[in-house]
């Protein structure tokens, strides 16, 4: 028995015959085009990229008919690879220069491509290589007039399937009757291995780093996607005391269904709202699907990403408006660009800092470069007559920047009424509270704004002075820590003060572990990831205010980001047994 520790991907568990799944590789040769052949060489190319083309709208269509349009995404993507004009226009000059076959050719500079991708700071970028790897793999087969590789649909048994990565469109053609989990030994919380473990709902553990030279077709295996753990060839003691966790797991997402139609109202009638977090448009349908009531955050720096130029203001009137009317009649509350720290803008040259956490990011960054920031404010304010939209300000520090910041969104408004554009004029302005700074300061801030959102993920990291991207540090990455709930505690209470309601959006806000001592301290609006909300609502629905008050009295006398854990975790245990933490 052996056991190997890596990301959790996907809830739930799973105890199964592996089979090892290796990606062929494919040997490209490398010979001279005569010039008379070389108008032959670049047609085989756009035939090949023609047939690659049709590969994958066949397999986007037989999705479309099995999953919901979010998860045809991931192929629209790869559509999107094959019409890259770099790709194909340098592919068709180093043909022409260089007279190579065109195998060797466009595999020289995919290499390119996927190295540079590879070098990007954010991670989402980076997991985009085996989008690139797939389908430059597709096109090489064509090339070459090889059929398709041995597939995940080809699998005729139950079982658990080993690999290095999983390919989107792997993934995508698997029998989901038969694959009952995904062990691999790369990719992070982001990559399509977990969107799709997620969407198909499998338990699937990431970030192995080297499962599949361990493993050998037929072990058993046990997948546990709570923990981010395999056991490989578990003893007869390890499969008993996993089959009954994963019945107590079963029970609970089964008894979870029923809660998605209910009010989140806690035992004693207090209302909290729970709202979802999303990056892009397209997720609105998994919001309503998981029973959210409303956007508590959208994070406005997707629409930067993966593209050359930087959005208009009609693209970004058009995504608002958008969004916003899908999730009427609840609200939309859309945050001002975040760039920096880990998250970096593709169309700008941006300069390199020492430490971009602690750098020009989010509002700094759009007061450095209003330009940018104010086609933005342009295009919210122009879809803000179509719902109910909000909108907020990343990593405020300071009193002027907030004043700094609201004045600009008054000059986009001057603007737009002298072209008599229509807008919103009483739109709800907030600033998240994600600075230490800013937490101190919530009672003076709080005059200046109709709400407050708590971004734990960035007040913790500034807090605590741990790097939220840094693996080393996360033990020291305490949520519980009772400097982080005191300053918690503190926006809350001079929210409230000021009639300024109080929402969360933060990690920290979808973990069940927390929902009581956030309900004791009297958070209004909880926003999280939409597939964890009937969750959350279960927690609320279990507990009345006074009980969590108390249990958040109690905690907030401890001293240690530890023994908040410990108590939360046994108070949890006692109103929800049935759930894994
Ligand atoms: C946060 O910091 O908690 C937050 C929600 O913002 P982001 O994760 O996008 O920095
Ligand atoms: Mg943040």
Not at 146 to 158: A, F, N, V, Y
Not at 169 to 189: E, L, P
Not at 337 to 360: R, T
Not at 544 to 561: P, R
Request: with cysteine.
């Amino acid at each position: 028995m052996e056991k190997l520790s890596g990301i959790s991907a996907s809830d739930g568990i799973i105890l199964g015959k592996a089979i090892v799944f290796h990606a062929e590789k494919l040997a490209v040769s490398k010979y001279s085009i005569p010039n008379n052949k070389i108008a032959f060489e670049i047609a085989r190319f756009e035939r090949a990229l023609a047939d690659t083309t049709e590969e994958i709208l066949k397999i986007r269509e037989e999705i479309s008919q099995r999953l919901d349009e979010e998860h045809t995404h991931i192929l629209d993507a790869h559509l999107l690879v094959l019409e890259d004009v770099l790709l194909i226009e340098e592919t068709m000059q180093g043909i022409e220069k260089r007279k190579l076959n065109v195998e060797y050719i466009f595999m020289e500079v995919l290499e390119k491509l996927i190295k540079n991708f590879q070098e990007m700071e954010d991670d989402y970028l980076k997991e985009r290589v085996s989008d690139i790897r797939d389908i430059g793999r597709r096109v090489l087969r064509n090339l070459m007039g090889k059929k398709t590789s041995k597939s995940l649909r080809d699998i005729q048994e139950e079982v658990v399937v080993v690999s290095h990565d999983l390919s989107p469109s792997d993934t995508a053609q698997m029998r989901r009757d038969k694959v009952k989990g995904f062990a691999t030994d790369i990719g992070g919380q982001t990559s399509h291995t977990a969107i799709m473990a997620k969407a198909f709902q499998i338990p699937a553990v990431v970030g192995l780093k080297h499962i599949t030279s361990v493993v050998n077709d037929g072990d058993m295996l046990i997948i546990d996607g709570h923990h981010g753990l395999v056991i490989i060839n578990p003893d007869k003691r390890t499969i008993r005391q996993y089959e009954t966790t994963k019945q107590q797991f079963e029970k609970f997402t089964t008894g979870l269904r029923g809660v998605k139609e209910l009010p989140s109202v806690t035992m004693d009638g207090k209302k909290i709202e729970l709202a979802a977090n999303i990056e892009l448009p397209e997720e609105v349908p998994i919001v309503i699907a998981n029973g959210g009531q409303g956007i508590g955050l959208y994070r406005t720096e997707f629409f930067y990403l993966n593209r050359k130029d930087l959005p208009s203001e009609e693209e970004h009137f058009q995504a608002y408006k958008k969004v916003a009317e899908e999730i009427n009649p609840f609200s939309l509350v859309i945050r001002t660009l975040d760039i920096g720290g880990d998250k970096f803008l593709s169309p700008l040259a941006y300069p390199q800092e020492i430490n971009p956490f602690l750098g020009c990011r989010a509002i700094r960054f759009c007061f450095e470069r209003p330009d940018i920031f104010k086609v933005q404010l342009r295009g919210i304010l122009r879809a803000s007559i179509f719902g109910k939209i909000k909108m907020m300000f990343p990593m405020v520090t300071t009193l002027e920047e907030l004043l700094h910041a609201k004045a600009l969104v008054e000059e986009a408004k001057k603007e737009l009424q002298k072209e008599r554009i229509a807008f919103n004029k009483d739109i709800k302005i907030g600033t998240m509270i994600e600075t230490p700074s800013a937490a101190m300061i919530s009672d003076i801030l709080a005059k200046e704004v109709d709400f407050f959102s708590i971004g734990t993920n960035d007040l913790i990291q500034y807090a605590l002075a741990v790097d939220r991207v840094n693996e080393k540090v996360v033990s020291l990455y305490q949520p519980t820590h009772p400097g982080v709930l005191k300053l918690i505690k503190n926006v809350i209470d001079a929210g409230h003060q000021a009639n300024v309601w109080v929402g969360m959006c933060g990690e920290m806000a979808g973990d069940p572990l927390y929902t009581i001592i956030l309900l004791g301290l009297g958070i209004d609006e909880l926003s999280m990831s939409p597939v964890v909300i009937p969750e959350i609502k279960k927690v609320i629905r279990s507990i009345t205010v006074a009980e969590a008050k108390a249990v958040t009295q109690e905690a907030l006398g401890l001293s240690t980001g530890r023994e908040v854990e410990m108590l939360l975790r046994k108070k949890l245990k006692k109103i929800m047994p049935e759930v894994l933490v």
